[in-house]
């Protein structure tokens, strides 16, 4: 029986041994002498001029909770579109009414501006 989970074995020591060889070969490998230029923080190329902990606007959280919104439908069109002739017209019309739902929010967004930037 546990044969049968060799393969998933495998692939763990597989992953884990992509991700930590070219760790540990850097670390060996490469020099370690750090100056005042590698050890300054950097941001664009020009010196921080503010806190890194400021607070951000709210704006920048609706433009992530929106992206995360129609990345999730378009996660949930694809698996759809594959078995849409399993499915039949009821999950046709189960789709068209997420469909719906969403776009009902998007106009509500659009229409309080939160796409808008300034």
């Given at each position: 029986m546990l044969e049968n989970y060799f393969p998933v074995l495998l692939f763990i020591?597989?992953?884990?041994?992509?991700?930590v060889i070219p760790l540990l070969l850097g670390r060996f490998v490469a020099?370690?002498?750090?100056?005042?230029a590698k050890l300054s923080p950097?941001?664009?190329?020009?010196?921080a001029f503010e806190d890194a902990r400021m607070k951000f606007d709210v704006r920048?959280?609706?433009?992530?909770?929106?992206?995360?919104?129609?990345?999730?439908?378009?996660?949930?069109l694809f698996p759809w579109a594959v078995v849409l002739k399993e499915i039949g017209l009821?999950?046709?019309?189960?789709?068209?009414?997420?469909l719906g739902i969403l776009v009902v929010g998007f106009v509500y967004?659009?229409?309080?501006?939160?796409?808008?930037?300034?």
């Open positions: 020591c597989v992953g884990l041994a992509i991700g020099p370690h002498r750090p100056d005042s950097y941001e664009c190329g020009f010196e920048y959280y609706l433009v992530a909770i929106l992206f995360i919104l129609f990345d999730l439908e378009i996660a949930f009821f999950g046709f019309l189960s789709m068209m009414v997420f967004e659009w229409m309080k501006g939160a796409l808008e930037w300034e």
